[in-house]
Nanobody, 121 residues
């Protein structure tokens, strides 16, 4: 199993970034996927998750209305569109594979290595 995140970088407050997670080594369309983040000096926070078929999604309260999770099962890729970015969104963002087709917070089988998002003016 391999999960490779990309798309991180420096953004200004109010700006946007789109994270991607390229998955390989397993049947991507059969598993729930999620994004988590860890800000400097803080613990891990679950940001968003999605069932294998996209039928159900989860967002933590602080990103609702600003972030959108999506997946392209034909391309084995998970996305996180991040709009209206805030300095408090600065963190290392991780892609994670679930154990089943249903999303459950904290139910992670594999992690990517992360992509850094920094929001500053």
């Amino acid at each position: 199993v391999q999960l490779v995140e990309s798309g991180g970088g420096l953004a200004q407050p109010g700006g946007s970034l789109r994270l991607s997670c390229a998955a390989s080594g397993f049947t991507f369309s059969a598993y729930a996927m999620s994004w988590a983040r860890q800000a400097p000096g803080k613990g891990l926070e679950w940001v968003s998750g999605m069932d294998s078929d996209g039928s159900s999604t989860f967002y933590t309260d602080s990103v609702k209305g600003r972030f959108t999770i999506s997946r392209d099962n034909a391309k084995n890729t998970l996305y996180l569109q991040m709009n209206s970015l805030k300095p408090e969104d600065t963190a290392l963002y991780y892609c994670a594979k679930g154990y089943t087709n249903r999303y459950n917070e904290g139910d992670v089988h594999y992690w990517g290595k992360g992509t850094l998002v920094a929001v500053a003016s």
